[in-house]
């Protein structure tokens, strides 16, 4: 997993991307600049392209140049990818191979998606206030194996019209690397780590609980528990609360993260990092949501928490994420919101203007 450098000024990639993509990162830089004037940690932004822009732009998802960009930064900063117009390319011709292309190319095999509940957000859940209060719990998602890149798959034609394959395949050492920082990150935690599988009919994941049950010998004062992926949906549902890391492969991770964020009250919440050997990335979990692009009405927390992430594990600047993820809190405890979480009695604000709130709020806890 990547650490910090002795360099004192840091290198972050900035890639918009697509639909309200540019518009949220503009506040999380926002607020990295404000990081910057208050403290002795220094960024230079480069912006590259990629998803449906770099599409438009230069006929491929992810251009060698943004590629070469992203390998030569500290740290990169994604808004989202993802836009209609091109839902009727070949698949490796979609903005979202963007995202499958840097997770490969950079070696980002763990995915990092936490879902802790703020507490002036609680009735903006559909679940109840007793089976949601006081959740926090970590998804860690394997992120370059599994079902999205293993070989063969494709479209191929039969007698019987067509035939769309795809492989699920993990290897030990795959396993083995994913569930490492699992229990590592759990040692900083609760100490509890759920590995999610459906050991009961697929030998994929026969071999996953195989080999998470060997790693979790190394780790004597981590509590594990195997849970198949359909019980883990449900009881996501049923009692958060019991969940302290979640690990689990590539597909599985993708569709439980996005049922925790629910729990939280929208998914505009929820902050991701990819963390490889030598590169990180971090994005928010929603989409483009190219709807409601330009209107200024996009939430721009969880990317704002996104770079709160890059702080703390990229950077190790624990002040510095603590105080993104405090004034976050405090904004919101406040009553401001975006049309996303807007409650009755609180303040609607534009995009732009969640993202002001935040980083004077950084500045006066920076500050004081």
């Known amino acids: 997993m990547k650490t910090s450098s002795n360099i004192k000024v840091k290198k972050i990639v900035v890639l918009p991307g697509d639909g309200i993509g540019p518009e949220v990162v503009a506040e999380a830089v926002k607020v990295l600049s404000v990081i910057a004037e208050n403290s002795d940690l220094k960024f230079?932004?480069?912006?590259?392209?990629?998803?449906?822009?770099?599409l438009e732009q230069q006929g491929i998802p992810l251009p060698e140049e943004t590629l070469k960009l992203c390998q030569q930064s500290d740290a990169v900063l994604l808004g989202a990818v993802g836009d209609p117009r091109w839902?009727?390319?070949?698949?490796?011709?979609?903005?979202?191979?963007?995202?499958?292309?840097?997770?490969?190319?950079?070696?980002?095999?763990a995915n990092l998606r936490p879902a802790k509940l703020y507490p002036s957000l609680i009735d903006a859940s559909t679940l109840k206030k007793e089976v949601i209060e006081g959740i926090d719990l970590l998804?860690?998602?394997?992120?370059?194996?599994?079902?999205y890149f293993s070989q063969p798959k494709g479209i191929k034609k039969t007698p019987n019209g067509e035939c769309g394959f795809n492989t699920l395949s993990y290897n030990t050492f795959e396993i083995e690397r994913i569930a490492k920082v699992a229990f590592q990150l759990a040692l900083k935690r609760r100490r509890k780590v759920t590995s999610v599988d459906k050991a009961n009919v697929l030998e994929s994941s026969q071999l996953?609980?195989?080999?998470?049950?060997?790693?979790?010998?190394?780790?004597?004062?981590?509590?594990?528990?195997?849970?198949?992926?359909?019980?883990?949906?449900?009881q996501l549902v049923r009692n958060p609360k019991q969940f302290?890391?979640?690990?689990?492969?590539?597909?599985?991770?993708?569709?439980?993260?996005d049922e925790a964020a629910m729990l939280t009250g929208?998914?505009?919440?929820?902050?991701?990092?990819?963390?490889?050997?030598?590169?990180?990335?971090?994005?928010p979990v929603h989409g483009s949501a190219p709807d409601i692009a330009g209107l200024g009405v996009a939430n721009p927390l969880a990317t704002?928490?996104?770079?709160?992430?890059?702080?703390?594990?990229?950077?190790?600047?624990?002040?510095?994420?603590?105080?993104?993820?405090?004034?976050?809190?405090?904004?919101?405890?406040?009553?401001?919101?975006?049309k996303d979480i807007m409650q009755e009695g609180c303040h609607l604000v534009s995009t732009q203007t969640m993202g002001n709130l935040v980083a004077e709020q950084v500045k006066q806890h920076l500050n004081t």
């Open 44 to 54: 230079s932004f480069e912006e590259g392209i990629a998803g449906g822009v770099a």
């Open 87 to 109: 839902d009727n390319n070949p698949s490796h011709l979609r903005p979202e191979m963007a995202l499958l292309g840097l997770r490969e190319k950079l070696g980002l095999f």
């Open 139 to 147: 998804v860690v998602r394997e992120l370059t194996g599994g079902i």
């Open 208 to 234: 996953w609980r195989k080999v998470v049950t060997q790693v979790a010998k190394e780790y004597p004062t981590v509590e594990l528990n195997h849970l198949y992926v359909d019980n883990c949906a449900m």
């Open 244 to 257: 302290d890391v979640i690990l689990t492969g590539n597909l599985f991770g993708d569709i439980l993260s």
């Open 266 to 283: 929208s998914i505009g919440m929820l902050p991701s990092a990819s963390l490889g050997e030598k590169h990180a990335m971090y994005e």
């Open 304 to 338: 704002i928490a996104s770079v709160a992430m890059m702080l703390r594990y990229s950077f190790e600047q624990v002040k510095q994420a603590e105080a993104i993820e405090n004034s976050i809190a405090s904004v919101l405890e406040q009553g401001y919101r975006t």
